[in-house]
């Protein structure tokens, strides 16, 4: 999170104040539409994985925005979160405990929680790649342990459980789909302002000092090891509940919460989001979600896509999507935006061109290699390409060539245009 955030930003306008938790009453109104617009089972299971998706993202930046740790094992506290409220839920149904099902994310956020503490003071004594090597460490060891300890993993199956063993809650039995939906889109929401709001505290700015320069934190009389403690605790806490809701939505916990593939995709959906604003890890959330659910169906490279986009974005754009939009703030404010529009038009035909390039090759690749017959045809937006053609070969060349070569032609446009419109901006004040 930046010194002044948009939304801090927001706050401090005229009548800020009300526009400012306007913003929370849509983002509510709209969760409890959402299901109401888009009905189908399909489209509440998406709803499901974006939501857990946020919260998991939103947790993992407290730690790689908020604090600057870059850790590779935040799935243990997503994964174990999991697997307690699980075993919770089973006991809940063989003893009659009244423990209704919405209160069961926050035995997951206990659980996330409670291994934080444990292994958090050893960890962050250090930060940078020592704390990195050692979240790796310790994911890798408790992943391994889940297949080894079986009476409390459920080895490589899981463990599973039925939601709807529960005591119910105002009728609800949470089968439905929709009605676990509604139970995720609260966590949601109250998790989301319940992580603003520990930015907005003391202690999230002073993380945000240690972050920065934990030398000078030191000079004023703050431990930067006590506050990346605190600050992995609260991540653990969010990470179990997001754990814990998975765990209420699949009805089961496996190894595979506790892999490094999940460490990774969180990481991702944080860094492609952005993690210097808060809702960065928002959009990244719901882009990787959408991502996986949409190219797994569609090609079966799909993690070679995820790696490219995220070079793409450390590259070109390391402040992430966020960071892309908030760049053009101070713009939209001067009233000097037109002037890059017309250069962002020209310049989207030949990246879009340059971008399917791309897809044609690494697809003609794949089908190349993996198949035979019938399998050799690829489907790009409806146009049939046999990978075994040299035509197809030939027009993957030249889209990329082609759409590369005019694209950075175009884009030294866009570049000459958003010195014009950020001149503009400067001079009415609002650039620095």
């Not at 930046?61 to 997503?78: D, E, M, P, R």
């Not at 509940?241 to 939505?249: D, E, H, R, S, Y």
């Given at each position: ?5 948009a ?18 009453l ?10 109401l617009?888009?009905?189908s ?18 947790s ?20 174990l979160g ?14 009659n405990?009244?423990l ?12 996330g ?19 990195a ?19 409390v ?16 809650m ?11 939906y ?8 109250v ?28 000079f004023?009389?703050?431990d ?23 765990a ?35 959009l990244?959330?719901?882009l ?14 799909w ?20 960071g ?11 009233g000097?935006?037109?002037?890059v529009i ?13 971008a ?45 060539v ?7 032609l ?12 950020a001149?503009v ?8």
């Amino acid at each position: 999170m930046t010194d002044a955030t948009a939304l801090d930003e927001l706050k401090e306008q005229p009548g800020g104040n009300l526009r400012f938790y306007g913003i929370w009453l849509i983002a509510a109104a709209a969760l409890i539409v959402l299901p109401l617009v888009f009905s189908s089972g399909s489209s509440l299971t998406s709803f499901n994985l974006i939501g857990i998706a946020i919260i998991f993202a939103l947790s993992y930046n407290i730690l790689l925005g908020q604090t600057g740790l870059l850790s590779f094992g935040h799935a243990v506290h997503y994964g174990l979160g999991g697997f307690l409220a699980v075993h919770v839920m089973n006991a809940v149904a063989n003893y009659n405990w009244p423990l209704p099902l919405p209160f069961i994310p926050l035995v997951g956020g206990v659980g996330g929680l409670a291994f934080a503490i444990l292994v958090g003071w050893v960890m962050t004594k250090r930060a940078g790649t020592v704390f990195a090597m050692i979240s790796l460490g310790i994911g890798e060891l408790v992943a391994s342990s889940s297949l080894i300890l079986r009476s409390v993993f459920g080895g490589e199956s899981g463990i599973t459980t039925d939601r709807t063993a529960l005591p119910h809650m105002f009728g609800w039995t949470f089968g439905p789909q929709r009605q676990v939906y509604y139970l995720i889109a609260f966590w949601v929401l109250v998790s989301a302002i319940a992580m603003y709001a520990l930015t907005r505290t003391p202690l999230g700015r002073i993380c945000n000092a240690v972050r920065d320069n934990p030398e000078r934190v030191e000079f004023i009389g703050y431990d930067p090891h006590v506050v990346r403690y605190f600050a992995y605790g609260f991540a653990g806490f969010f990470a179990g509940i997001a754990g814990g809701l998975t765990a209420i939505n699949f009805e089961i916990a496996n190894s595979a919460y506790l892999g490094a593939t999940q460490s990774g995709i969180v990481l991702f959906a944080a860094f492609i989001g952005g993690t210097a604003y808060f809702f960065g890890p928002i959009l990244g959330a719901i882009l990787v979600t959408y991502l996986q659910l949409g190219l797994t169906n569609i090609t079966t490279v799909w993690q070679l896509y995820f790696g490219i986009i995220f070079i793409g974005i450390v590259m070109f754009a390391p402040g992430g999507i966020a960071g892309l939009l908030m760049m053009h703030r101070p713009l939209v404010r001067a009233g000097s935006w037109p002037v890059v529009i017309p250069s962002y038009l020209l310049a989207a035909l030949p990246t879009l061109v340059f971008a399917l390039g791309i897809i044609l090759s690494i697809e003609t690749v794949a089908h190349y290699t993996a198949s035979e017959g019938e399998g050799n045809i690829i489907n790009l937006f409806g146009v049939p390409f046999d990978a075994t053609a040299p035509t197809t070969w030939a027009v993957a060349a030249l889209l990329v060539v082609g759409g590369f070569l005019i694209a950075r032609l175009t884009w030294r446009r866009v570049a000459d245009a958003w010195d014009r419109a950020a001149t503009v901006a400067r001079d009415r004040g609002y650039l620095a």
